[in-house]
């Protein structure tokens, strides 16, 4: 293997002043946990406001990096050679075979600096000589390189550490903020499109993910609870693992459906299960419940609707997603690979119950009317829907 470590560079959680050591823990123990599935084994390791990884013996490489571009809080990812200290002939041999295996011949045209540090500075050599020194055998082996200090295109680090680290390419990572660094939250995960994405954007602010999911048996199948299953496995491949709690909604749906106008069935269903995601919320601990909705997507998220459906929560709802166009959902939830599980075309508790025209513009005076007619029954079906809930622990497919 070429590599044997990887120097991980992550941005804003460099400067979080005296809270700066708790970003930094959490994230060297979020990067343990990415790794564990990795074939090989690591250890993880802070150095002078430095993250290492340090393979132990032969692993995969591929797999090392896929994880560690899902791991919030990383910026970049540098696969670092590290070499004994065995002499400066020694080093500068081996920084030309990297630089040479690093690129095919044909491509060994481009302006280069060295940048060496001694973090001993028991060694020999000034960094300054170092570098020079360095570029001067580069430019030997590899005549067609030129030297450009100023605004080279590719930065060689030579750093002169117990072991000497030499490395040139960063790979980016996902940014954001380590997970477990921001409090919980609760999201209310369906199987479409927005909601994973939602998770996701949430989840890369630092925040541990929850999730409520509500199902209609026998009207939706254990196909579509199965769906979403799944894209919660996807979401915790970055967001970590995910309490996920799967709530029967069927006699709350059936008897909404029974009592109340069906242009108002979507709205009033929807602020039951704010209510019921709420009560979970509470349980877990979360600081706010997450959804996917964006203005005016569909007539549950007209501006009207959403101040209805949101008067129900005591908690902050955020909804990351509210500006987004479709599209740009799309685009995101490809990125992160949820979008092919999303499409999968398994029906949806909302979509069948729904009404042919429903109300766009929802009054809260009409709903609240609507929702006298189930004072009878409501409050014994949702005790039965959160005793009968099932509460499963999610863990990121691999
Ligand atoms: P999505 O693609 O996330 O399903 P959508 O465009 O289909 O979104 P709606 O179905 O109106 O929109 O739902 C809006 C939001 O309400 C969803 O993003 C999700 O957060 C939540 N939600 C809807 N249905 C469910 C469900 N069955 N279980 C849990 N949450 C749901
Ligand atoms: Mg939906």
């Given at each position: 293997?070429?590599?044997?470590?990887?120097?991980?560079?992550?941005?804003?959680?460099?400067?979080?002043?005296?809270?700066?050591?708790?970003?930094?823990?959490?994230?060297?123990?979020?990067?343990?946990?990415?790794?564990?599935?990795v074939?090989?084994?690591f250890t993880?390791?802070?150095?002078?406001?430095?993250?290492?990884?340090?393979?132990?013996?032969?692993?995969?490489?591929?797999e090392a990096?896929?994880?560690?571009s899902?791991?919030?809080?990383?910026?970049?990812?540098?696969?670092?050679?590290?070499?004994?200290?065995?002499?400066?002939?020694?080093?500068?041999?081996?920084?030309?075979?990297?630089?040479?295996?690093?690129?095919?011949?044909?491509?060994?045209?481009?302006?280069?600096?060295?940048?060496?540090?001694?973090?001993?500075?028991?060694y020999?050599?000034?960094?300054?000589?170092?570098?020079?020194?360095?570029?001067?055998?580069?430019?030997?082996?590899?005549?067609?390189?030129r030297?450009?200090?100023?605004?080279?295109?590719?930065?060689?680090?030579?750093?002169?550490?117990?072991?000497?680290?030499?490395?040139?390419r960063?790979?980016?990572?996902?940014?954001?903020?380590p997970?477990?660094?921001?409090?919980?939250?609760?999201?209310?995960?369906?199987?479409?499109?927005?909601?994973?994405?939602?998770?996701?954007?949430?989840?890369?602010?630092?925040?541990?993910?929850?999730?409520?999911?509500?199902?209609?048996?026998?009207?939706t199948?254990?196909?579509?609870?199965?769906?979403?299953?799944?894209?919660?496995?996807?979401v915790?491949?970055?967001?970590?693992?995910?309490?996920?709690?799967?709530i029967?909604?069927?006699?709350?749906?059936?008897y909404?459906?029974?009592?109340?106008?069906?242009d108002?069935?979507?709205?009033?269903?929807?602020r039951?299960?704010m209510k019921?995601a709420?009560?979970?919320?509470?349980?877990?601990?979360?600081?706010?419940?997450?959804?996917g909705?964006?203005?005016?997507?569909?007539?549950?998220?007209?501006m009207q609707?959403?101040?209805?459906?949101?008067?129900?929560?005591?908690?902050?709802?955020?909804?990351p997603l509210?500006?987004?166009?479709?599209q740009?959902?799309?685009?995101?939830?490809q990125?992160?690979?949820?979008?092919?599980?999303?499409?999968?075309?398994?029906?949806?508790?909302?979509?069948?119950?729904?009404?042919?025209?429903?109300?766009?513009?929802?009054?809260?005076?009409?709903?609240?009317?609507s929702?006298?007619?189930?004072?009878?029954?409501?409050?014994?079906?949702?005790?039965?829907?959160?005793?009968?809930?099932?509460?499963?622990?999610?863990?990121q497919?691999?």
């Amino acid at each position: 293997m070429l590599y044997q470590a990887f120097l991980i560079k992550y941005g804003e959680i460099g400067v979080k002043g005296k809270n700066r050591h708790i970003f930094e823990d959490t994230l060297v123990s979020q990067i343990g946990n990415a790794l564990k599935p990795v074939d090989g084994e690591f250890t993880v390791r802070k150095e002078n406001g430095r993250i290492y990884v340090e393979a132990r013996g032969e692993y995969d490489y591929d797999e090392a990096v896929e994880a560690l571009s899902c791991v919030f809080g990383i910026v970049g990812i540098c696969p670092v050679v590290l070499t004994e200290d065995e002499g400066f002939e020694e080093l500068a041999k081996a920084v030309v075979n990297y630089v040479g295996s690093e690129f095919p011949e044909n491509e060994l045209c481009f302006t280069f600096k060295v940048v060496t540090r001694r973090a001993r500075k028991n060694y020999p050599m000034e960094s300054m000589e170092v570098s020079a020194a360095i570029g001067e055998k580069l430019l030997e082996a590899y005549p067609q390189l030129r030297v450009d200090v100023h605004s080279p295109q590719l930065m060689i680090h030579i750093e002169i550490r117990n072991k000497i680290n030499i490395y040139s390419r960063t790979i980016p990572g996902p940014g954001g903020m380590p997970v477990g660094t921001a409090g919980r939250a609760m999201l209310l995960l369906s199987g479409g499109i927005d909601s994973p994405v939602a998770g996701y954007m949430i989840a890369k602010r630092g925040v541990k993910i929850d999730a409520v999911y509500f199902h209609a048996p026998p009207y939706t199948s254990e196909r579509a609870k199965q769906k979403v299953v799944d894209l919660a496995r996807i979401v915790a491949k970055y967001a970590g693992p995910i309490r996920l709690h799967i709530i029967n909604f069927t006699e709350i749906q059936l008897y909404i459906y029974d009592k109340c106008p069906h242009d108002q069935l979507t709205i009033i269903m929807r602020r039951y299960m704010m209510k019921l995601a709420e009560h979970f919320a509470h349980e877990d601990e979360d600081l706010g419940l997450i959804t996917g909705e964006s203005i005016g997507q569909v007539a549950s998220q007209t501006m009207q609707s959403l101040a209805v459906t949101n008067e129900v929560c005591t908690m902050p709802v955020y909804r990351p997603l509210i500006g987004f166009d479709k599209q740009d959902i799309i685009d995101l939830s490809q990125k992160i690979g949820t979008y092919e599980t999303s499409i999968l075309p398994f029906e949806d508790c909302c979509t069948i119950f729904v009404a042919k025209h429903p109300v766009t513009k929802p009054n809260l005076k009409s709903i609240y009317k609507s929702e006298t007619h189930l004072t009878e029954k409501i409050d014994e079906l949702m005790q039965e829907a959160i005793e009968t809930a099932e509460t499963i622990r999610v863990e990121q497919m691999g």
